[in-house]
């Protein structure tokens, strides 16, 4: 029985979107909240991302490799498309990389403008990958109401990076910065919570493909289980963070798993809404890809490589686990 390798490039591709949504999402969350904190707190946030977050960025470059190999058609009408933004994630990860070196280096007010360099590219980073999502759901269409639409995932999407990167710090910090954590985290939930809604409300009168998927009935009863699932574990989010702050002990890493968990069920439902498109209305996977000796090809480089990127991130988490201590990357 032969592979479809479309799907299975597909699979491959929404998988490393999502591992890098989660994973780099927490440091740009963590970027995001450097305002809110004093110096020692700021070094202590940079400690906590400082062996991980070049590392995470490793699944964007593989899922957009994937895009550009096995979907070439896709590939030239995505990319042309989101032009704008892609150029603005760019500039916004390079900014947080320079910040996050200089920032080592820097004294007086010059350490305080690549702290607030850091925060900016971060921002920046994280609301262009969200309006990159909201333009690809409309299937690129233009107007205000389709560029508003695509504003509303980018803050959204802030909101769920700064809920990924408060719920890190519960787990690799304590004390003081632990405490602001579990308040930023109750705040990013709130932020998470008003997204989704709107967002939800305002997808179908967006786009008629995601509409007649989601009023599919009865089809679509399962997919009901979702929003229901994901209620459930924000509910328990909320309690956890108060079950922190009143002392009780062993829960530190349970609000991050957590919100990892919310990610994947928003992630589940957005697949659900757009397979088999890969360019909505447009392109779908099987139309989309390259030849099948080409795949076939790219699936035996994938599967030499992947092990190698997912054991160097697992052992990486593994020789970094534990509490973050200031001073690791000040000097």
């Not at 010059?110 to 999502?133: D, I, K, P, Y």
């Not at 980018?154 to 579990?182: M, P, R």
């Not at 009780?248 to 397979?275: C, M, T």
Request: glycine share 12%; with cysteine.
């Amino acid at each position: 029985m032969s592979l479809d390798l479309p799907l299975v490039f597909a699979v491959l591709m929404g998988a490393s979107v999502l591992l890098y949504v989660v994973l780099d999402g927490y440091d740009l969350g963590v970027g995001m909240l450097m305002p809110a904190a004093d110096a020692r707190e700021q070094s202590r946030m940079v400690a906590s991302i400082g062996p991980f977050w070049d590392a995470n960025e490793t699944w964007l470059v593989l899922g957009v490799g994937i895009l550009l190999v096995a979907f070439p058609l896709a590939s030239g009408v995505i990319l042309g498309a989101l032009y704008l933004p892609v150029v603005g994630m760019l500039i916004g990860l390079m900014l947080r990389g320079v910040a996050f070196e200089l920032r080592m280096k820097a004294q007086g007010w010059h350490a305080e403008l690549w702290n607030r360099g850091f925060w900016f590219g971060s921002t920046l980073a994280a609301f262009a990958q969200g309006v990159m999502l909201g333009g690809y759901v409309t299937g690129f269409a233009p107007g205000f109401g389709y560029g508003l639409f695509a504003c509303l995932v980018g803050a959204s999407l802030c909101g769920g990076y700064v809920l990924l990167g408060a719920c890190w710090l519960i787990h690799k910090t304590d004390g003081a910065l632990q405490a602001k954590a579990l308040a930023w985290a109750r705040w990013g939930l709130a932020w998470v919570a008003l997204g989704i809604a709107l967002v939800s409300l305002a997808t179908p009168l967006m786009s008629d493909i995601v509409r007649a998927r989601w009023f599919d009935f009865p089809r679509t009863i399962p997919l009901m289980l979702l929003p229901l699932a994901t209620l459930a574990l924000g509910v328990h989010l909320w309690r956890t963070t108060r079950r922190i702050d009143a002392g009780e002990p062993g829960r530190d890493r349970q609000p991050f798993l957590l919100a990892v968990g919310i990610f994947s069920l928003a992630f589940a439902g957005l697949a659900y809404s757009l397979f088999p498109h890969v360019v909505m209305g447009s392109l779908t996977i099987w139309q989309a890809a390259a030849h099948p000796s080409a795949l076939q090809a790219v699936l035996v480089g994938a599967v030499i490589v992947l092990p190698f990127v997912a054991g160097y991130s697992v052992l990486s988490y593994r020789v970094f686990r534990g509490k973050a201590q200031a001073g690791l990357y000040d000097e």
